[in-house]
C-alpha cells in the first residue's frame, strides 16, 4: 500500500480519472511512480501524476510506445507522397531482396507480416542502440515465416525496418525527420534520441517486482531459448536483452531506436496523439481524415505467431480498440509499452491519452490500470 498524493489536474466533468487513479495509486508499492494525461479534441482534459519523483516533467523509458512516433513518420511521409504503401520494399531498399523478401510491400512491412522478427544469431546491446546495425543486418537474414502468409510482432527491429525505408526516401534518419517535423515544432516531450540537456529529467526504470503468485505465472510461461517470440525478444543469444533495463542503457536514450528507445512523460505521448489528430496551440492537425483512416484500418488481426495470442495492428500501429480497450471507437490507433505505458488516439471521440510509469508492469505491456482509467476519461469524453 502506498500513500502517494495524486497531484495535477482535471478538467471539470474528470473528476472520475483522478478519483480512479487516486483508487489505483492507493494499492500500489510505495515508490509507485506514474503520469496520465489526456486531451479531447485538442484540449488538454487530464493532467496527473504521483511519486516522489513523478513530477510532470519528469522523462520515463516507453518501449514500444516508441513505435508510435515512429510511424507517426511513416504517416507523415505517406500523406506527403514522398512512401506509397502499396510499392515494393525494395524500391526504395533494393538489398531487402535477399533471402525471399523481394515482394515485400512496405504496406506489409508495416503490419509485422515481414517473418523479419530478428536475427539467427541475435544482436548485441550496441546494435540494438543503433537502427542503422539493425537494418543492415536485417537485410541479409532468411525470414522466420513467408512474408506476407502470417504476422507476428517485431518487437526490436520493425523501427529499424521502416527507417530504414525512411532514410532512403529522404536521405535523413527517421529520428531527424520526427524532431523537425514533429517533435521540435510541438515542443513535445517525448524523444527520440535524449540530449544531455534532458537527461536529469531522466527516471532510470525499475525492474518488475511481481509477487510469488505472479512470478508463478511467469515461470509457467513457454521459455524456449530459440522459438519465435525468444528470437523477437533477442532472447536466444548468449547474453540475452534484458528489455526491462533497456531505457536505462545511455546510448539506448541519446540515440533512440524506434522499435523501443524512446524517452516521454505522459505529457509528452498524450500531445503527440492530440497533434496528430486536432488542432493543437493553433497548429494544424498533423494528420489529414484519410490518412487516419488508413493508418488506423486494421491490416493484420488474429494469432500472432510471435505474442502467441490475438493481437491487431493498423500500419505500424496497434489497433487499439481490437487488442486494448474494446469501448474505444473503431480506427483508433496508438502503441503501448513493455513497462507499462501507453499512448493512442480515437479519432471517433477526439481523445489523445498518454501514461507512464517507472516501475515495470507486470506482466508487461499496456499496465493493467490503464484500463480503468481509460474507460474513466473516455466515458467522460462521451458525456461533454
Same mark, same amino acid.
Not at 511519486?51 to 519528469?58: N, W
Not at 507480416?113 to 536485417?138: K, N, P, V
Not at 535524449?194 to 525499475?206: D, M, N
Not at 505505458?341 to 490500470?369: I, N, V
Given at each position: ?59 520515463? %523509458? ?5 513505435? %508510435? ?21 525494395? /524500391? ?39 537502427? &542503422? ?56 516531450? !517525448? ?10 529529467? !531522466? ?109 491487431? /495492428?493498423?500500419?505500424? !500501429? ?6 486494448? /480497450? ?21 479519432? &471517433? ?5 498518454? /501514461? ?29
Amino acid at each position: 500500500m502506498t500513500t502517494q498524493t495524486v497531484q495535477g489536474t482535471v478538467a471539470e466533468g474528470f473528476e472520475a480519472v483522478r478519483e480512479e487513479f487516486a483508487t489505483f495509486v492507493a494499492t500500489e508499492r510505495p515508490d509507485y511512480e506514474g503520469q496520465v494525461c489526456a486531451y479531447v479534441h485538442g484540449r488538454r482534459v487530464v493532467d496527473l501524476w504521483a511519486g516522489e519523483g513523478a513530477g510532470p516533467d519528469a522523462l520515463y %523509458g516507453v518501449f514500444s510506445s516508441t513505435k %508510435g512516433a515512429a510511424h507517426l513518420v511513416v504517416a507523415l511521409l505517406v500523406q506527403d507522397g514522398t512512401l506509397e504503401l502499396d510499392r515494393k520494399v525494395t /524500391y526504395y531498399w533494393p538489398e531487402f531482396a535477399a533471402e525471399g523478401k523481394g515482394q515485400l510491400t512496405l504496406r506489409e512491412l508495416l503490419a509485422h507480416r515481414a517473418g523479419l522478427i530478428g536475427t539467427d544469431t541475435g544482436f548485441s546491446l550496441a546494435e540494438l542502440a543503433d537502427d &542503422r546495425q539493425i537494418a543492415e543486418r536485417l537485410a541479409d537474414q532468411r525470414p522466420f515465416w513467408r512474408p506476407g502468409t502470417a504476422f507476428g510482432y517485431h518487437a526490436l527491429v520493425i523501427g529499424a525496418l521502416t527507417g530504414e525505408v525512411v532514410r532512403r526516401a529522404t536521405g535523413r534518419t527517421l529520428q531527424e525527420v520526427y524532431e523537425e517535423r514533429v517533435r521540435a515544432p510541438h515542443g513535445l516531450d !517525448f524523444h527520440l534520441g535524449l540530449s544531455a540537456v534532458h537527461e536529469p529529467r !531522466f527516471r532510470p526504470t525499475q525492474p518488475m517486482a511481481p509477487t510469488p503468485k505472479q512470478q508463478a505465472l511467469l515461470d509457467a510461461l513457454p521459455q524456449g531459448p530459440h522459438t519465435l517470440a525468444a528470437i523477437a525478444f533477442n532472447r536466444h543469444v548468449e547474453a540475452p536483452t534484458d528489455l526491462e533495463l533497456l531505457p536505462n542503457d545511455p546510448a539506448v536514450r541519446a540515440k533512440g531506436p524506434a522499435s523501443a528507445g524512446g524517452v516521454a512523460s505522459a505529457r509528452g505521448l498524450a500531445d503527440m496523439y492530440a497533434a496528430a489528430l486536432s488542432e493543437l496551440d493553433g497548429k494544424a492537425p498533423l494528420l489529414k481524415e484519410d490518412t487516419v483512416a488508413e493508418f488506423g484500418q486494421i491490416h493484420a488481426a488474429g494469432y500472432d505467431l510471435v505474442a502467441r495470442g490475438h493481437k491487431s /495492428y493498423g500500419l505500424g !500501429f496497434q489497433a487499439t480498440a481490437d487488442t486494448w /480497450y474494446p469501448f474505444l471507437g473503431a480506427g483508433a490507433f496508438g502503441h503501448s509499452g513493455a513497462a507499462g505505458s501507453q499512448g493512442f488516439a480515437d479519432p &471517433r471521440s477526439g481523445l489523445a491519452y498518454g /501514461y507512464t510509469r517507472r516501475r515495470f508492469a507486470f506482466p508487461g505491456g499496456a499496465a493493467p490500470e490503464n484500463g480503468r482509467l481509460v474507460r474513466a476519461v473516455h466515458t467522460a469524453a462521451l458525456t461533454r
